[in-house]
């Protein structure tokens, strides 16, 4: 029962990261090496440790993964990539500029992430008009869309991609089942903040921001960056090997490329450009989280605790779909990332299967429920610190779209499931 209640305080601790001002990662890591501490201390060494470095195999597949996909999505900023995207917005009125901002949102988080997605975004709105009121209304659909976007891909969201390497979903399978599911999610809280949204934005100059890098640098740089993240996919399906690899080899590509376009510039622009720069502004902090919130997991999952605690739900509950919606939910006031693994731990593959319904739903749960409160995500935090977007002034005009969304998608998704 030690490692439950250490777990259990870390994650009070994670939740209350601002009240305490404590950094997540700090009670993360706190909270995955006295798990296994005390683990170990009632149980045969031996076997703890053949179970902790089994455990670091798989979640060191994930973290690899993470790092090489983030360094990858800085390198094309580094390059202004990105901008061959948001300097085509020419429109003016507010629900065309909600639209764009919603459907530009879902579909660049399903190939970069949805915190990356919704830092890009806001950055573009701040642009688009100085008026607050819009300002808040487009981060609450950019929150809501980066989320859904990123459910549908294996690579759009953390906890996507920790199914995808875990073995429980398939790429193919995930997209074909969630993207209509996902778009539902989106296009409900779209129609709702539409109608309270009229007339144009105010206040929007030309701003001419001074380019350091070349037309075809940014072009070549991006298209082979995005290239390298839809090719990790393909990779798999064709070698059998881990995502991991793949993104790495496509690191190493895109690392080449840099290099060979940037050899003969002095040192300062060239290493401004970099890998190396573009890891010194990776988050590593959220790598460490992960880390240590995803070694807590598997210290319970190694006592027998969430075999247990699944158990305890299906006699509790019953249901998976309901099981599965009252993860999606938790997800809106805990991190998304520590339910999914728990759910990994809960279920084995034996009790369902690659693409079984269970984990298809899940990955949609998990990914869209966190746009419910503005705590709930990645994405959300982001805008929040971006935009100051109160949790009250969210929870009063987005939430309750929000979750009208993450229930339509769930409707949607359940209904063609039958098809």
């Known amino acids: 029962m030690w490692v439950v209640a250490i777990f259990v305080l870390g994650y009070v601790a994670i939740v209350l990261e601002h009240p305490l001002r404590l950094n997540k990662a700090a009670s993360a890591l706190l909270a995955g090496g006295l798990c296994w501490t005390v683990y170990i201390a009632g149980n045969d060494a031996e076997l703890v440790n053949e179970q902790l470095l089994h455990h670091l195999g798989d979640l060191s597949q994930i973290l690899f993964f993470l790092l090489g996909a983030m360094t990858i999505v800085e390198l094309i900023d580094a390059h202004d990539?990105?901008?061959?995207?948001?300097s085509r917005i020419r429109a003016t009125s507010r629900r065309k500029l909600l639209v764009t901002l919603a459907v530009l949102s879902f579909f660049l988080s399903a190939v970069l992430d949805n915190l990356t997605t919704a830092i890009v975004m806001m950055s573009l709105a701040r642009k688009l008009t100085?008026?607050?009121?819009?300002?808040?209304?487009?981060?609450?659909?950019?929150?809501?869309?980066?989320?859904?976007?990123?459910?549908?891909?294996?690579?759009?969201?953390?906890?996507?991609?920790?199914?995808?390497?875990?073995?429980?979903?398939?790429?193919?399978?995930?997209?074909?089942?969630?993207?209509?599911?996902?778009?539902?999610?989106?296009?409900?809280?779209?129609?709702?903040?539409?109608?309270?949204?009229?007339?144009?934005?105010t206040g929007v100059e030309a701003i001419l921001e001074a380019k350091t890098t070349t037309p075809l640098e940014r072009n070549l740089v991006f298209f082979a960056g995005i290239g390298v993240l839809l090719f990790v996919p393909v990779f798999k399906t064709l070698t059998h090997l881990p995502p991991f690899m793949g993104i790495l080899l496509g690191l190493g590509v895109l690392w080449t490329l840099t290099e060979v376009i940037h050899k003969d510039k002095n040192d300062a622009d060239r290493g401004a450009r970099s890998v190396?720069?573009?890891?010194?502004?990776?988050?590593?902090?959220?790598?460490?989280?992960?880390?240590?919130?995803?070694?807590?997991?598997?210290?319970l999952a190694s006592d027998g605790k969430l075999v247990a605690l699944a158990g305890f739900m299906d006699r509790a509950i019953g249901n998976v779909d309901v099981i599965t919606m009252t993860i999606g939910l938790s997800s809106a006031v805990v991190d998304n990332v520590p339910l999914v693994a728990a759910a990994q731990g809960m279920y084995p593959l034996t009790t369902f299967a690659q693409d079984h319904h269970f984990w298809i739903f899940l990955a949609y749960c998990a990914g869209t429920g966190g746009s419910i409160l503005i705590i709930g995500s990645a994405a959300g935090i982001a805008v929040m610190g971006m935009q100051r977007i109160s949790f009250g002034w969210y929870l009063k005009r987005i939430s309750l779209p929000a979750l009208l969304g993450y229930v339509a998608g769930a409707v949607a998704y359940l209904g063609l499931a039958q098809l």
Do not use: C
Not at 141 to 165: C, F, H, K, R
């Open 276 to 299: 190396s720069a573009a890891l010194q502004r990776v988050d590593t902090q959220s790598i460490l989280f992960f880390l240590g919130i995803l070694l807590a997991i598997s210290a």
């Open 81 to 86: 990539g990105f901008d061959l995207i948001t």
């Open 130 to 201: 100085t008026d607050e009121r819009d300002r808040m209304y487009f981060g609450g659909i950019v929150i809501i869309a980066a989320n859904s976007g990123g459910a549908w891909s294996p690579i759009g969201d953390v906890t996507t991609t920790m199914l995808w390497i875990g073995g429980q979903i398939t790429a193919p399978k995930l997209v074909t089942s969630l993207i209509i599911p996902s778009f539902v999610s989106v296009l409900v809280p779209l129609a709702w903040i539409a109608s309270r949204v009229k007339g144009d934005v």
